[in-house]
Every structure is written in C-alpha cells, then in structure tokens.
C-alpha cells in the first residue's frame, strides 16, 4: 500500500479531485482495515488463526496521525496500531493475515516470521550483517510488544535519541541515522494502560528531558472490561496529567484533546502541534477521546459482557467511519453510492489478502505433509497390523486439510516408532531430523547475532600492563578507560543517577562530563525503568549507550524493559532489529539488605537474549566493555561493588584489550578440587584457597567471567578431569547462579562422569544478607565454610 | 499561509468555498504536499 502513489495530484498541483480523491483513499483504508478486523475475528473463531487482536474503532484517528509519520520518524506502539501501519504502507494486508497465521517466513510476515501475535509490527533496522540502515530516511517501527505500558521506556529513548543527535558535534557517522535530530517517536497507548507506572514515569521524563515525543492515548473508556473511571483520576488521562503541562517559561508537556470521529479536526490538530514537536522538542500528548471498539478487545471475550445497551448504541452512533462516511457525504465530496462502491470492493480485496496469505503460509506445510504421506506408504513392515497402523497414520495426515508442522512430525514420529525395523527408516529417520533441524531456523534461532557483529567473535587481546605501571585504585582504570573510550567513539553515551556531575558515585567518570560534554554523560532522574528505556531507544538508532544502574538491587526496577523488551528484540524480530544496550551495575557485596545483592539467578533466567558478565576487577570490566562494543547483542556488566578502593594496574592498551565472552579463567592451578565461581567471592575463595594450600589441598580456581554465556569450550570439564571434585561458590541465594552452573557443567559438558565425590555448592543465606559485618558474615559465603566444606569433600 | 500557497490552493477553494470546514484539510495536504508552513 503505497502512500502517496494514489493522491491523484496533477502536474504536482493540488486540485480538486486530487483533495477528493486523498480523502476518499483515507476512507478506502479505514474501510479495509475495519474488514480486516471483521474477517482476522473470524479467522480465529474458526481455528486457523490462535489468538487476534485488532484496531477496529481506531481507524481513523490513525489515518490522521499517518499523514504526519514522516521518513526517519520512529514508532513505540501496541497492538492497535494496524491502521497506521496501512496508511503509512510500512504493512500490507495480507502481511497482517501472515502474522495471524503465525507464517514462519520473514518474507510473509515480515515483522516477526510468526513470532508474534498478529498485529505487533516492526520494521528492519539493520542489514543481515548487523549494519544499521539509513534509518535517517526510513519510516521506523521499533518492534511490538503486548505487556501494557511496555512502549512507553522505548519511546522515551527513541525521541531522546534526536536529542542527542541534534547537540551532538556532526560526524558522518550519524549521517544515515538522523537529520539533526528531527525525528519524532510516535507512541501510542490504551487509555487503561495510563494507569501502568511506566506511563507516569515516561511522561514525566519526557517533559523534564524535553523531548519530541508525540504521545497518542486511545481513550475507549475500557480497559477490558473495567471503566476509565476505576482506572484514571477524574476519569480523564488529559485531566490528569495538568499539573505536567507545559506553561511558558517551565518545561513540561503540551497537551490536546481531539475526538477519534472527527477526521478534519484531528488532522489539523496534529499537523500544527506535531511541526511544533519536531521544532522544539517539546512532548505532545494527544488525549483521543470517544474511541469505540466495536469487537471488543480481543478474540477471548464479548464486550457485551460488560457495556450496557446504551453504551453499545453510542458506539454504533459514534463509530468513527460511520461518521467519516456521513461527514463525506455532508460536505459533498462524495455521494452514497461512490461510498457503497467502495466498501465493497474492500471487503473482496480483503478476502483475497487473506486467501493468498492462508495459501503462501500453508503451502510448505503442504509438501511437508505431502512427502511424509508418500514416506509413510514406502515403509515395508510384515506384520499386518502395524502396517494397518502406518496406513491409518498416512491416512488421518492426508484427511487433515490443514495441518501444522507439529502434526507432520507426530505422524512421522508415529510411524517411526511402529515400524522401527523398517528397510525404509533411514529414509524416514533423515526426513524427520531435517524438518526438525529446518524448525530449529524457524522457531528457534536469532536469539543473539549469529552473523558478523557476533560478540561471540571477539578474540582475546591480553591487557598490556607495564613492568613498571603504579598501582591505582581500581575507580581509576575506568575512569581512564571510560575517557579514552569517549574520545575516540563518538556514538557512545553513558547516563544514569549521579552519572554526570559528579562522574557516579563511585567515580568512573569523575571529571568526564565536564571534558565530554553533559550531552553524552548525564545524570537522570531517580528513575531505572526509564534509564532502561533510555538506553533502548539509542541502542536501536545506531548509537552505544552504557546506561547505569546505580547498584544490582535497584535493578528490579528496570528488569520489565530489558526482559520484556531488550532480551527479546533480536529474537522477536528474526534478526532485524538488534539492541545493544550495555547496562552497567555494581553489586555482590557491601552492606545491608539493598546495597549487597547478587540476584545472579533472577537475572541470567530473565535475561537471556543478553550477554551477562561478572568481571573479578576493573580491568576486566574495562576488557569486557571493549569487547561488548564491537558486537551488536546487549549485556549487563556487574562490577564488584567492594572493588573500586582496590589496586589495579592500568593497561597501555586500554581501548584495544578484550576480554572473550564465555571464556573462564584459571587463576590457581590446583590437583584436588576445583572451584568455581565468579565476581566478589572470588577474593574470599582465594583467601580460603591459601589456607586449604596449608593442609596440602591443592585448590583449582576458575573465574568464569561471564555467566551468559558460560564456558562455551568446556574449560572447567577439563579441570574436573584433573580432579574430580567440583564446588560451586556464589553469593546468590540457594538453587540461584550456582545451580545454573552445576547444571551446565554436569549435564551439558557431561561431567558427571568425571566426579569421584557429589558436586557442591556454596551460597549465601535464602534470606537477604543482614546489615554489618557480622551481617555479611553469617548471610554470604566466607572462607570457614569454603574450608569446611572442601575439607568435607576430600574426607568423602 | 503565504501568498504562493494561497493562489496554488484556489482552485480547490473555488470549489470548497461554501464548506469552510474543508478549508483547513486543503491547506493541510496541500503542506503534506509540498513540505513547507
């Protein structure tokens, strides 16, 4: 669906048939959206599709906010949102039926190869070899996803984006992904999804960052089945939000109201206030109010459940196409006829969209069933019932007019297991492992960068520390490191609490805003779930945030975006859209309940689709830093909160040093056990190693640096092999971290065969670690238990 | 709105006169169009 290929303009001169004939062509897409909406309801009620969720009643406030959605634009939207996506032609029709089929092919659905529900968009931002595109003059979706209020942290990051590349000194670089930070982020919300946190939090960072982001909130009074008045103060979301608005001489928010029916309002309203948003940079929020929803809001329920008689009328009345339709004929550009002819020619267009979508999903799945069939048939078995058996299987596959993959695999699987002896189960036995291998690529790839920008490629370039280099304190490796780093790589921005003025309170970047600028380090308000955002919204626009987490305990509050959204973006976008963020915390060990975490389990679980990486030291952090950035795969570094006072010797190679991902260290030779663990523990395990050494028990020590991903060439199987007993040491709660390590060592790296004693482990208390030193004593891992425990384990 | 965008749209105004209501929406494509305010 081409935008502008039907405006019908002569001689590139507005005329009249050519303003007719724009309008009519607005009508013509909301008419094809609402049959889309009608017809995806049915295609799930009648099982070929597993759950929808569609825009109907939103079409044309949608059409209207499309005309403004301008080439380097980007949106952080929901699941509403398809009739944007038609009227900016950034989605065809039978693309949208694709994706409610769940079509594996990217070529079919080109948003998530069926990875996601239907109507959850998103367009291409970097090539197949990672490389960002000209995003600068591109319309740009950032990928859909259904947690309510989830879009709102991206958006955030999206419009602050233009911030930084409107103040940034101009490089080429930045050439392709921004014209001087003129982009707006389009967002659109559900009026009940106002009532998350994250939209409070969103709008009040956007209005004190003073951002373009242009905000559209759907009012339809509901959220499912609750009313606006049990969700909103006052009933009213523009209501709500006064005391954030923009007056003249404050920063703050500009904010509209507009009626979702009335088509020539809201397209005047957004043309001038939008032009305002991309001059000055001040947030928008468009309260669209008198929204319907005429199916209710989604496949899994009636909205006759819950509204009564009246409201069901009003919005009948005050459906907005119905009221497009009465005002096209009000004013005189169009007659009912024209209006009827149309409407037809929709509902036929759409069908035949959904039919050639439902075709180029089912054909493969055809062949597959097909070939099985034919395979199934050719095995040989003389036993007469078992061959009863294969044709009844070959039989209920070929009566199914539509299969699923599933299906086909169960019916050869059915087969295989009746006849295993069959001279033809080779055959049948290669066809299965290939359809497997072939749904491994559908279904299960493209969680990381599997290409070019693969952290997984970085090789190791040892630290270059000088005979004679003084020791430092360890703060001070990084703030070198961080300084050399914004000198020569003009896309790396760092912010967070405390990040700026005072260079994080732990001072890696003391002194750095004041040489780098504040554009580039900066503080942020108390506020993780938007620094995340933050973070999200520059790593997808080409630029290399390292976004601070104060401390690991805070980061709760920012672990919905980058497990919902970060660790997911690769992976729900087969590969179109990378995002990489790098997080940058501190933990492990300090004082008290909220200042000494090491939730190491909660986060490799969460956060899979991120690198995870537990530096021992500052030089280690830094290496790892180096090498994260020249992959495109987000990640978190844990520093060693007790670590920064320690010394450390600079490298000269600061900016070039890596350190590999996945790959473990061994600090300490040993013959009698080998312990593993990671980050702070390791300088208390060392402590209880030089005394074990003293009762001639000879410790391995292996560091394994990063837990996602953990010991890819299998160095701690090699280090059993030596001894045989193995103990894990950690400082998260039992079952955490150090069970996800014993389970990859003993049932991936098979090393149970290699173990003369049970494998350990040594954890902290379930509890939270209490405060003081008798606190952190008895709550975390101390060298008496790594000593009783080892000594233990050799008496066994 | 200038001068030039003025007589541009005219033709359409001519048309449209008696619906102001539509006068706005003109202007507003008529922008989308050429890309200036």
Same mark, same amino acid.
């Given at each position: 669906m081409e935008q502008t290929a039907s405006l019908g303009y002569k001689d590139d001169m507005l005329s009249f048939e050519g303003f007719r004939n724009t309008i009519l062509e607005d009508y013509k897409t909301a008419v094809l959206s609402r049959e889309v909406s009608l017809l995806g309801r049915r295609e799930v009620l009648t099982g070929k599709g597993k759950f929808g969720i569609f825009g109907d009643g939103k079409e044309v406030a949608q059409i209207a906010m499309a005309k403004f959605f301008q080439p380097g634009d980007f949106r952080s939207g929901y699941y509403r949102d398809q009739t944007f996506m038609f009227a900016s032609g950034l989605a065809s029709i039978e693309q949208f039926f694709a994706q409610l089929y769940a079509d594996p092919d990217l070529k079919n659905d080109p948003f998530s190869a069926g990875r996601q529900m239907d109507a959850h968009f998103a367009t291409r931002f970097v090539d197949e070899n990672g490389n960002w595109l000209d995003l600068a003059n591109r319309k740009n979706i950032s990928a859909d996803m259904a947690p309510t209020a989830s879009q709102m942290p991206r958006a955030v990051g999206l419009a602050y984006a233009s911030k930084c590349f409107r103040q940034a000194k101009h490089t080429d670089q930045f050439d392709s992904l921004s014209h001087n930070g003129n982009e707006i982020c389009f967002c659109t919300i559900g009026d009940a999804s106002t009532s998350e946190g994250h939209f409070w939090e969103a709008i009040n960072a956007a209005s004190v960052l003073q951002i373009p982001l242009a905000v559209f909130v759907w009012d339809d009074g509901y959220g499912i089945s609750v009313p606006k008045n049990m969700q909103t103060t006052k009933g009213s979301i523009s209501e709500a939000l006064k005391g954030l608005e923009k007056e003249e001489d404050t920063n703050g928010i500009r904010i509209y109201k507009v009626k979702a029916w009335d088509y020539a309002g809201m397209c005047e309203v957004f043309e001038e206030a939008l032009q305002t948003v991309r001059e000055t940079h001040v947030p928008v929020l468009f309260h669209v109010e008198e929204v319907t929803q005429p199916q209710g809001h989604s496949t899994s329920g009636s909205h006759e459940r819950y509204k009564n008689p009246e409201r069901l009328d009003w919005e009948k009345e005050w459906d907005c196409i119905r009221k497009m339709r009465e005002w096209l004929i009000e004013t005189g550009l169009t007659n009912p006829d024209e209006l009827s002819e149309i409407e037809a020619a929709a509902k036929k267009y759409v069908r035949d969209c959904r039919n050639k979508a439902w075709d180029k999903y089912h054909a493969p799945i055809k062949e597959q069933a097909a070939k099985a069939i034919e395979l199934i048939r050719g095995m040989i078995v003389n036993d007469i019932e078992k061959f009863n058996?294969?044709?009844?299987?070959?039989?209920?596959?070929?009566?199914?007019?539509?299969?699923?993959?599933?299906?086909?695999?169960?019916?050869?699987?059915?087969?295989?297991?009746?006849?295993?002896?069959?001279?033809?189960?080779?055959?049948?036995?290669?066809?299965?492992?290939?359809?497997?291998?072939?749904?491994?690529?559908?279904?299960?790839?493209?969680?990381?960068?599997?290409?070019?920008?693969?952290?997984?490629?970085?090789?190791?370039?040892?630290?270059?520390?000088?005979?004679?280099?003084?020791?430092? @304190?360890?703060?001070?490796?990084?703030?070198?490191?961080?300084?050399?780093?914004?000198?020569?790589?003009?896309?790396?921005?760092?912010?967070?609490?405390?990040?700026?003025?005072?260079?994080?309170?732990?001072?890696?970047?003391?002194?750095?805003?004041?040489?780098?600028?504040? @554009?580039?380090?900066?503080?942020?308000?108390?506020?993780?779930?938007?620094?995340?955002?933050?973070?999200?919204?520059?790593?997808?626009?080409?630029?290399?945030?390292?976004?601070?987490?104060?401390?690991?305990?805070?980061?709760?509050?920012?672990?919905?975006?980058?497990?919902?959204?970060?660790?997911?973006?690769?992976?729900?976008?087969?590969?179109?859209?990378?995002?990489?963020?790098?997080?940058?915390?501190?933990?492990?060990?300090?004082?008290?309940?909220?200042?000494?975490?090491?939730?190491?389990?909660?986060?490799?679980?969460?956060?899979?689709?991120?690198?995870?990486?537990?530096?021992?030291?500052?030089?280690?952090?830094?290496?790892?830093?180096?090498?994260?950035?020249?992959?495109?795969?987000?990640?978190?570094?844990?520093?060693?909160?007790?670590?920064?006072?320690?010394?450390?010797?600079?490298?000269?190679?600061?900016?070039?040093?890596?350190?590999?991902?996945?790959?473990?260290?061994?600090?300490?030779?040993?013959?009698?056990?080998?312990?593993?663990?990671?980050?702070?523990?390791?300088?208390?395990?060392?402590?209880?190693?030089?005394?074990?050494?003293?009762?001639?028990?000879?410790?391995?020590?292996?560091?394994?640096?990063?837990?996602?991903?953990?010991?890819?060439?299998?160095?701690?199987?090699?280090?059993?092999?030596?001894?045989?007993?193995?103990?894990?040491?950690?400082?998260?709660?039992?079952?955490?971290?150090?069970?996800?390590?014993?389970?990859?060592?003993?049932?991936?790296?098979?090393?149970?065969?290699?173990?003369?004693?049970?494998?350990?482990?040594?954890?902290?208390?379930?509890?939270?670690?209490?405060?003081?030193?008798?606190?952190?004593?008895?709550?975390?891992?101390?060298?008496?238990?790594?000593?009783?425990?080892?000594?233990?384990?050799?008496?066994? | 709105m200038s001068n030039d965008r003025v007589s541009e749209c005219f033709e359409v105004y001519k048309i449209i006169k008696p619906n102001r209501a539509l006068v706005p929406l003109c202007e507003i494509f008529f922008t989308q169009r050429h890309g200036f305010l």
């Amino acid at each position: 669906m081409e935008q502008t290929a039907s405006l019908g303009y002569k001689d590139d001169m507005l005329s009249f048939e050519g303003f007719r004939n724009t309008i009519l062509e607005d009508y013509k897409t909301a008419v094809l959206s609402r049959e889309v909406s009608l017809l995806g309801r049915r295609e799930v009620l009648t099982g070929k599709g597993k759950f929808g969720i569609f825009g109907d009643g939103k079409e044309v406030a949608q059409i209207a906010m499309a005309k403004f959605f301008q080439p380097g634009d980007f949106r952080s939207g929901y699941y509403r949102d398809q009739t944007f996506m038609f009227a900016s032609g950034l989605a065809s029709i039978e693309q949208f039926f694709a994706q409610l089929y769940a079509d594996p092919d990217l070529k079919n659905d080109p948003f998530s190869a069926g990875r996601q529900m239907d109507a959850h968009f998103a367009t291409r931002f970097v090539d197949e070899n990672g490389n960002w595109l000209d995003l600068a003059n591109r319309k740009n979706i950032s990928a859909d996803m259904a947690p309510t209020a989830s879009q709102m942290p991206r958006a955030v990051g999206l419009a602050y984006a233009s911030k930084c590349f409107r103040q940034a000194k101009h490089t080429d670089q930045f050439d392709s992904l921004s014209h001087n930070g003129n982009e707006i982020c389009f967002c659109t919300i559900g009026d009940a999804s106002t009532s998350e946190g994250h939209f409070w939090e969103a709008i009040n960072a956007a209005s004190v960052l003073q951002i373009p982001l242009a905000v559209f909130v759907w009012d339809d009074g509901y959220g499912i089945s609750v009313p606006k008045n049990m969700q909103t103060t006052k009933g009213s979301i523009s209501e709500a939000l006064k005391g954030l608005e923009k007056e003249e001489d404050t920063n703050g928010i500009r904010i509209y109201k507009v009626k979702a029916w009335d088509y020539a309002g809201m397209c005047e309203v957004f043309e001038e206030a939008l032009q305002t948003v991309r001059e000055t940079h001040v947030p928008v929020l468009f309260h669209v109010e008198e929204v319907t929803q005429p199916q209710g809001h989604s496949t899994s329920g009636s909205h006759e459940r819950y509204k009564n008689p009246e409201r069901l009328d009003w919005e009948k009345e005050w459906d907005c196409i119905r009221k497009m339709r009465e005002w096209l004929i009000e004013t005189g550009l169009t007659n009912p006829d024209e209006l009827s002819e149309i409407e037809a020619a929709a509902k036929k267009y759409v069908r035949d969209c959904r039919n050639k979508a439902w075709d180029k999903y089912h054909a493969p799945i055809k062949e597959q069933a097909a070939k099985a069939i034919e395979l199934i048939r050719g095995m040989i078995v003389n036993d007469i019932e078992k061959f009863n058996h294969l044709q009844k299987l070959a039989k209920d596959l070929e009566r199914n007019r539509e299969p699923l993959r599933r299906d086909v695999l169960r019916t050869i699987s059915l087969a295989m297991e009746t006849a295993p002896l069959s001279p033809s189960i080779e055959e049948v036995t290669a066809y299965y492992t290939e359809l497997l291998e072939d749904s491994k690529k559908l279904y299960n790839s493209d969680l990381y960068n599997e290409g070019p920008k693969s952290a997984l490629l970085v090789e190791e370039i040892k630290p270059l520390i000088p005979f004679d280099a003084p020791q430092v @304190n360890a703060y001070e490796v990084l703030n070198k490191y961080f300084d050399a780093l914004f000198e020569h790589n003009p896309k790396v921005y760092a912010f967070g609490e405390d990040v700026g003025y005072i260079g994080d309170v732990n001072q890696g970047f003391a002194g750095l805003q004041e040489k780098h600028g504040a @554009n580039r380090i900066s503080d942020t308000g108390i506020r993780e779930l938007t620094i995340v955002g933050q973070a999200i919204g520059l790593a997808l626009r080409g630029l290399r945030p390292i976004a601070e987490i104060q401390y690991l305990d805070y980061l709760l509050y920012g672990l919905q975006p980058l497990s919902d959204d970060v660790a997911t973006t690769h992976y729900r976008t087969k590969g179109q859209q990378s995002c990489p963020v790098i997080i940058r915390t501190r933990g492990h060990r300090l004082e008290g309940i909220w200042h000494s975490g090491s939730p190491m389990g909660m986060i490799i679980n969460a956060l899979r689709g991120m690198y995870i990486c537990v530096p021992r030291n500052m030089v280690q952090a830094a290496g790892m830093y180096n090498t994260l950035l020249q992959g495109n795969d987000p990640a978190m570094v844990i520093e060693c909160l007790n670590g920064y006072r320690l010394k450390e010797k600079v490298p000269a190679n600061l900016l070039s040093f890596t350190v590999p991902l996945g790959i473990p260290e061994v600090l300490r030779d040993g013959t009698d056990i080998t312990i593993v663990s990671y980050g702070s523990t390791l300088r208390v395990i060392l402590d209880a190693v030089e005394r074990l050494q003293t009762l001639d028990i000879s410790c391995e020590l292996i560091d394994v640096q990063t837990l996602l991903p953990f010991d890819i060439h299998h160095t701690i199987l090699e280090s059993l092999k030596k001894t045989s007993r193995i103990v894990f040491v950690d400082e998260d709660v039992p079952g955490g971290a150090s069970a996800y390590m014993m389970n990859k060592v003993m049932e991936e790296q098979k090393a149970f065969q290699w173990l003369d004693v049970s494998p350990r482990t040594i954890t902290s208390q379930p509890h939270r670690p209490a405060y003081g030193s008798d606190g952190d004593y008895f709550s975390k891992p101390n060298a008496e238990e790594i000593v009783s425990v080892i000594r233990e384990m050799m008496r066994e | 709105m200038s001068n030039d965008r003025v007589s541009e749209c005219f033709e359409v105004y001519k048309i449209i006169k008696p619906n102001r209501a539509l006068v706005p929406l003109c202007e507003i494509f008529f922008t989308q169009r050429h890309g200036f305010l």
